[in-house]
């Protein structure tokens, strides 16, 4: 039985920003929200992220299932990355890595 939830997260910023992006940028960003939403706990859920793009802005985060709710939620509410506003997308979800 497969006890996780694989995102496809995408980050959009303006043309023009001076952001860094990094996997850890990216990942903390996420982590951060949970914290800042849900809590001492919610900024303790396991997130794995398995693959990240730095020219497509994009990332699979391995999220555990009982999380995952919690874990999209605080996603879409994340408006700035390195105080430049943003937007995070969901561009797919799926019960299995190989799918995204």
Same mark, same amino acid.
Do not use: W
């Given at each position: 039985?497969?006890?996780?939830?694989?995102?496809?997260?995408?980050?959009?910023?303006?043309?023009?920003?001076?952001?860094?992006?990094?996997?850890?940028?990216?990942?903390?960003? +996420?982590?951060?929200?949970?914290? *800042? $939403?849900?809590?001492?706990?919610?900024?303790?859920?396991? %997130?794995?992220?398995?693959?990240? &793009?730095?020219?497509?802005?994009?990332? +699979?985060?391995?999220?555990?299932? *009982? $999380?995952?709710?919690?874990?999209?939620?605080?996603?879409? %509410?994340?408006?700035?990355?390195? &105080?430049?506003?943003?937007?995070?997308? +969901?561009?797919?979800?799926?019960?299995?890595?190989?799918?995204?």
């Amino acid at each position: 039985m497969n006890d996780y939830i694989y995102l496809d997260v995408e980050l959009k910023l303006k043309e023009d920003s001076s952001a860094v992006l990094t996997p850890a940028y990216f990942q903390g960003s +996420i982590e951060r929200s949970l914290a *800042e $939403f849900f809590g001492e706990i919610g900024g303790q859920t396991e %997130l794995e992220l398995l693959k990240f &793009d730095c020219t497509q802005k994009r990332g +699979i985060l391995k999220v555990p299932k *009982e $999380f995952s709710s919690k874990t999209k939620a605080a996603i879409t %509410l994340i408006g700035r990355f390195q &105080d430049i506003p943003c937007h995070f997308a +969901i561009v797919k979800t799926s019960d299995k890595p190989l799918e995204l």
